[in-house]
């Protein structure tokens, strides 16, 4: 026999490896558990990076503010910067989103299709080929969501609160420490003039809105409908 025959039949007994463990009930069972809880481990580990770019968010957030309303004398356009640096980390959250996205489908898949109904073996299974889509799932791993859909979600979750926060506080800090007549000539950074500041905030604002409520064809699986018990939502 020859070195490639050997390497050949190799290969093969270690494919068959798999499908052996998969006839077995008890072997089979014993590793979907261990899956069940690598894969709600690592769900977990990115919910934490999740809340902590939060963390972030809302620690310079407020410590912007608690400048720019220190003094009259600071300038207003800190707080403009504040908005930039919240959609930051808005862009690294999306992004942390859609990885976290792709643990909590499959905890989602084993919840719903093998813990589900095993405890209510009367129920049938969510998915008819579960099994199929979580191994095609690990042999290519791919993100579940758009970076889009990613944004809106975590807009209408945190962000959006955050930003519309920094706005008025914004609109209030360049109001209410000046007069009525010259609100609008505070505004002005610099050589731009604040009629031009408060047309570019309107605009980036108007279209955040739209990012996070545009109606859209929701891929994001796992997510409850509010008010809706027993239904899911995305």
């Known amino acids: 026999m020859s070195p490639s025959d050997d390497t050949d039949s190799e290969r093969t007994a270690q494919r068959d490896v798999g499908g052996e463990m998969g006839e077995d009930v ?3 069972s014993s590793i979907l558990g261990d899956t069940y809880r690598g894969e709600l481990d690592r769900e977990t580990t990115w919910r934490s990076r999740l809340d902590q770019t939060t963390t972030w968010s809302v620690t310079i957030m407020a410590a912007i503010l608690t400048w720019a309303f220190s003094s009259p004398d600071n300038p207003h356009y800190i707080i403009l910067i504040g908005v930039l640096a919240v959609t930051m980390f808005l862009f690294i959250e ?9 643990y909590r489908s499959r905890v989602r ?27 095609e799932d690990y042999r290519t791993p791919t993100l579940k969501i758009s970076r889009l ?7 209408r979750r945190i962000y959006l609160s955050l930003l519309t926060l920094l706005v008025f506080a914004w609109v209030f800090r360049i109001t209410a420490f000046v007069s009525a007549e010259q609100w609008l000539e505070t505004a002005a950074i610099a050589n731009v003039p604040g009629s031009v500041t408060v047309t570019a905030l309107a605009l980036f604002y108007v279209g955040t809105l739209l990012v996070a409520f545009w109606p859209r064809d929701r891929e994001a699986m796992g997510e409850f409908h509010e008010g809706e018990p027993g239904e899911w939502k995305d």
């Open 149 to 155: 859909e990613a944004l809106s979600n975590r807009l």
């Open 26 to 28: 008890s072997t089979m």
């Open 94 to 102: 999306a992004r942390r989103y859609r990885d976290y996205d792709v």
């Open 109 to 135: 898949l084993l919840q719903e299709n093998l813990l589900a109904n095993a405890l209510d073996p009367t129920t049938s299974t969510e998915h008819e080929d579960w099994r199929t889509e979580l191994s």
